[in-house]
């Protein structure tokens, strides 16, 4: 189980890389050149990738082996990021703009291998609990790592030295993958898959027709719930997550004050509210997690909220802002990783052939809710102001909360509905 915490942790590691360059050093840097919210938040379009990615997992998942894919996008990365290392963002903005867009290209497609292999480690309610944790956790560790050590230091150590350090990054976690066991079962397996395949004559078609795939996707029980929750349960959170820290920039904090305590503090407590999912989902029912978690994090957006009618800078103000971003922070990371437990529940009863297309098309209304909202919360707070839009972040936030309480008694998360899976 170790090595397969430390094969998945790793893997999300790099892949949540972009994420922390795009979130929080590219809208800190813009908000610095004077650009307005809603061009920063428009700025979103660089993850639209991520939205694609279920056009193609169905070949993903169907054609060649998860050594092979996950190898080459990784290496594609380092060579991404050997030939950024040559840039001048201030001179070159639509040259980083194109860094961003091909990383986030690559680390959607590697998204879909890591994600299928995942599915087939991951055995019974206790290593799916500690297996999403590992994908959480190694994911925000990466954001931390980019947006928020690199945000920190980019200006001592230079663009070209960041990106350096990254293709070294990318290269040691390729060669990794080349020549971890972890994955030599998934190739047995697909090579059995294949040669059935071969004699049916069936896969090669299902390859070059996805919709067969998704027909059989949306037909998995769970699926309906699943859909309607993942779109929507980070709206109001997101919005908040996304304007706060410019509020703060505007009136209270210097970049590399947010730096740290944005990128690097508060997405600490994220990290320990995704491991603590983890360890909680071993001993509580996720219903009742779900449940009270949601309530929590409505409460924290309540005391966020009342921070906006001060804007004369004080340490009182700063320490009340960061307290509110930790705690804002740390239920997020629990959520996150209740929510990715649940909707690997739900693909893992569908049948194996489809379960990493399953995975990748929650995953992508996952990130699809999350950046449409990212991209127009910028626009609502310019034109109604931080807080008429935290008021309508956080009645979003209740309704949400409202909807989980509803499924825990009636809905898809009744106990009898997420049984532990068989080891």
Same mark, same amino acid.
């Given at each position: ?11 999300? +590691? ?8 795009? @979130? ?12 307005? !919210? ?7 379009? &660089? ?11 169905? +070949? ?21 990021? &050997? ?17 961003? &867009? =091909? ?29 999403? =944790? ?25 663009? @070209? ?6 293709? +070294? ?56 719930? =699943? ?41 600490? +407590? ?10 909680? !989902? ?17 409460? @924290? ?12 800078? @004080? ?7 960061? !307290? ?37 098309? &929650?995953? =992508? ?59």
């Amino acid at each position: 189980m170790n090595d397969k915490l430390v094969f998945l942790g790793l893997l999300y +590691f790099v892949q949540g890389i972009p994420y922390g360059l795009q @979130s929080s050093l590219l809208p800190v840097y813009l908000r610095g050149a004077g650009h307005s !919210l809603t061009r920063i938040g428009f700025t979103k379009i &660089l993850y639209f990738p991520w939205i694609l990615k279920v056009l193609w997992a169905p +070949f993903v998942d169907r054609v060649g082996s998860k050594r092979r894919w996950l190898v080459g996008t990784v290496s594609g990365l380092a060579l991404t990021c &050997l030939s950024s290392a040559a840039l001048a963002p201030e001179a070159h903005i639509w040259g980083v703009a194109g860094t961003l &867009l =091909t990383m986030n290209t690559l680390a959607a497609v590697q998204d879909i291998a890591v994600d299928g292999a995942a599915v087939g480690l991951l055995r019974g309610r206790g290593e799916l609990g500690l297996g999403n =944790t590992a994908q959480v956790v190694g994911y925000k560790a990466g954001a931390v790592f980019a947006g928020g050590g690199l945000l920190a230091v980019i200006d001592v150590a230079g663009w @070209s030295c960041m990106f350096m350090l990254l293709t +070294f990054v990318y290269a040691g976690v390729a060669l990794f993958v080349l020549g971890t066991p972890v994955l030599d079962c998934d190739e047995t397996l697909r090579g059995q898959q294949q040669a059935d395949g071969s004699r049916k004559g069936g896969q090669g078609m299902d390859a070059m027709r996805p919709w067969r795939a998704w027909r059989k996707m949306l037909a998995v029980p769970g699926t309906p719930w =699943t859909v309607l929750y993942v779109l929507t349960y980070k709206l109001g959170e997101q919005g908040a997550v996304t304007m706060f820290p410019l509020f703060l920039l505007d009136h209270h904090m210097t970049a590399r004050e947010l730096g740290f305590w944005n990128g690097v503090i508060a997405m600490g +407590f994220s990290i320990c509210g995704s491991s603590l999912g983890g360890l909680l !989902l071993a001993q509580f029912s996720i219903g009742a997690l779900m449940r009270r978690v949601f309530v929590m994090r409505t409460v @924290s957006m309540v005391f966020q909220s009342s921070l906006l009618t001060i804007l004369e800078p @004080s340490p009182l103000m700063k320490g009340m802002a960061v !307290l509110s971003m930790s705690v804002q922070h740390f239920l997020g990371g629990l959520i996150t990783t209740l929510t990715f437990t649940t909707m690997m529940h739900c693909t893992q009863r569908a049948e194996e052939s489809i379960q990493a297309t399953h995975y990748s098309f &929650l995953s =992508t209304l996952e990130v699809l809710g999350k950046l449409m909202f990212s991209a127009l919360a910028g626009g609502v707070v310019d034109w109604f102001g931080f807080e008429v839009a935290f008021l309508f972040f956080l009645t979003l936030s209740a309704a949400t909360a409202l909807h989980v309480w509803t499924a825990t008694f009636t809905g898809a998360l009744r106990e009898h509905q997420l049984k532990e899976q068989p080891k």
